[in-house]
């Protein structure tokens, strides 16, 4: 029996991403395409309650954002009830660190389909950096072979196992392919705990700097062996298996300062004192 797959991203219906991995998964089984009718990147898990909904030769193109794509997939325009999985991406740009998880698009249609328990993967695709603005950087089809084999093996393999007992989604990143790389391995990896953002001032407008992209060399890589950026930077396909919601800590120190104020002594200590 064929796949039923969900297939969305966040750059847009017409990236050179989503047909690549529009037609490596075809091989596997039924894809439905629902994706962002334009460009949506880092807007996250934004969702828009009213979208407009178009025909497009690939599928559905939504006038709203990826969360909103996987909802009205799930709900109204999949051929299934419940696909077997739900797949994001081909990103043009990687989605690596602790940091991304909440603002790539990419990843958070992924998180969508965790909490409508179906299984997902996100994936992106990393673009070596340099002084070309990366708004400027065209990739074709071919550019994603890394990122649409490693996709394709995981939805084969890990739909067929006991993986998404475990984790709710995978935050897949490739490297760019190229000939110096046959076959880019997967890694088993944790998002890397590196920052570093900041602004500065310009005229009236405030210019932000992600400062991690110029950090990608792998000779002088800060992160450590284990993380998502180390994997990439070295030519391996990266390969994060996460949860959503995230945990709750269980801590005493809250339940302590929970249970004080209530208390008596602490009650009055709060109390404001009437003026004379």
Not at 73 to 85: A, F, Q, V, W
Not at 123 to 151: L, R
Request: hydrophobic share 40%; aromatic share 6%; charged share 25%.
């Amino acid at each position: 029996m064929s796949l039923e797959i969900l297939l969305t991203n966040d750059d847009g219906i017409d990236s050179p991403g989503i047909r690549a991995l529009y037609q490596g998964l075809s091989e596997l089984g039924n894809v439905t395409v629902v994706a962002p009718a334009t460009d949506q990147s880092a807007i996250g898990r934004a969702l828009s309650y009213e979208v407009d909904v178009t025909e497009h030769e690939l599928g559905y193109a939504v006038h709203g954002t990826p969360a909103d794509c996987v909802v009205a997939g799930l709900s109204e325009l999949c051929p299934s009830d419940c696909p077997d999985i739900v797949v994001s991406g081909c990103n043009k740009g990687a989605n690596l660190g602790e940091y991304v998880l909440g603002r790539s698009g990419t990843v958070s249609a992924a998180v969508e389909a965790a909490f409508h328990e179906i299984p997902a993967i996100a994936t992106s695709m990393y673009v070596p950096v340099d002084d070309t603005p990366f708004h400027e950087v065209q990739t074709t089809p071919e550019d994603y072979a890394h990122a649409i084999d490693a996709t394709k093996y995981l939805v084969d393999r890990a739909l067929r196992s006991d993986l998404f007992d475990r984790a709710a989604y995978l935050n897949v990143n490739a490297p760019f392919a190229n000939d110096s790389i046959e076959i880019a391995p997967l890694e088993f990896t944790r998002p890397s705990s590196r920052y570093a953002m900041d602004a500065s001032r310009d005229g009236q407008s405030i210019v932000l700097h992600d400062n991690l992209w110029k950090e990608m060399d792998p000779k002088t890589l800060p992160d450590p062996d284990g993380t998502d950026r180390r994997a990439v930077a070295e030519g391996r396909v990266s390969v994060s298996p996460l949860n959503a919601p995230q945990n709750v800590v269980d801590t005493d120190v809250l339940s302590d300062l929970i249970d004080d104020f209530g208390s008596s002594d602490e009650a009055n200590a709060r109390l404001i004192q009437p003026e004379d």
